[in-house]
């Protein structure tokens, strides 16, 4: 299974930006996907993650509730991140996950058995 990330870049505060994660050897419809992020000097942080229960799936930072959405669209077999109001705080490389087990609300990225390559997210102040 590949993971293959587009979107990101940069963008001022208040911004925002989709970021994709298409998925190649697995129908995304089938399995949990997430996103986290890493800032420089910080740990890996989860966003949101999405499974396979019909219009119940999506879990997310409580922080980040709101400002970020997670989706997914089957027949392009690709998950999207949607980013509005971002901050400068906000920028990290954002990576897209995908885990075997469609019914996970884990937020433990160890629980993921496969990821994108990452993509950078810079917000300017």
């Known amino acids: 299974v590949q993971l293959v990330q587009t979107g990101g870049g940069l963008v001022q505060t208040g911004g925002s930006l989709r970021l994709s994660c298409a998925a190649a050897?697995?129908?995304?419809?089938?399995?949990?996907v997430a996103w986290f992020r890493q800032a420089p000097g910080k740990e890996r942080e989860f966003i949101a993650g999405?499974?396979?229960?019909?219009?119940?799936?999506?879990y997310y930072e409580d922080s980040l509730w709101g400002r970020f959405v997670i989706f997914r669209d089957n027949d392009r077999n690709t998950a999207y991140l949607d980013l509005t109001d971002l901050r400068p705080e906000d920028s990290a490389v954002y990576y897209c996950?995908?885990?075997?087990?469609?019914?996970?609300?884990?937020?433990?990225?160890?629980?993921?058995?496969?990821w994108g390559q990452g993509t950078q997210v810079t917000v300017s102040a």
């Open positions: 050897g697995k129908r995304i419809g089938t399995v949990t």
């Open positions: 999405l499974n396979t229960w019909h219009n119940r799936g999506s």
């Open positions: 996950a995908a885990a075997e087990d469609g019914n996970s609300q884990s937020r433990n990225g160890g629980d993921y058995d496969y």
